[in-house]
């Protein structure tokens, strides 16, 4: 009977150790190998890469005068001020939303702002004063500052930079 017993015991207890030991690490590399697939799928695909970036001409884009590019979907609308326009904002903080032109434009001659009603996410017209949201009514100024509405904040803002002189890049650049 006592030759029973020694046989339930373990010969080699470092034996156990290590198949044990590579037992689990070979089990986290299956894990590893088969997550691998379903994690590299959260990745934005190539064509959402593409649009994360526009690069936009202001060449030929004349004072007063209004570009609209797309990005991400989104229109951008591009407005080279006047410098009484310019000046005239400078002046201002706007209504609902306070806040100064300075904060809002990287250029006084140049607003870039994204052109959807912060509201409900209408197309906002040009008037000459600004932008008008005919859905609702609400009233943007020449810096996207909300003067009047039901348009909660300004219009907002894309992240963008001055590339060159006459070129600016909209959406994050590639690091």
Known sequence: ??????????QDPERREFLTTATGVVAG???????WPFIASMNPSSEVLSKATTEVSLTGLQPGAVKTVEWQGKPVFILHRTDEQATDMDKTEGGKDPQKD??????PNWLVVVGLCTHLGCVPQRKDQGWFCPCHGSVYDNSGRILKGP????????????????KILIGKAKA
């Open 1 to 10: 009977m006592s030759q029973d017993k020694d046989k339930a015991q373990p």
């Open 29 to 35: 590399a299956g894990i590893v190998a088969t997550s």
């Open 102 to 107: 300075t904060s809002r434009v990287k250029d």
């Open 151 to 166: 348009a909660p904040r300004n219009l907002d803002l894309p992240p963008y930079e001055f590339i060159g002189e006459n």
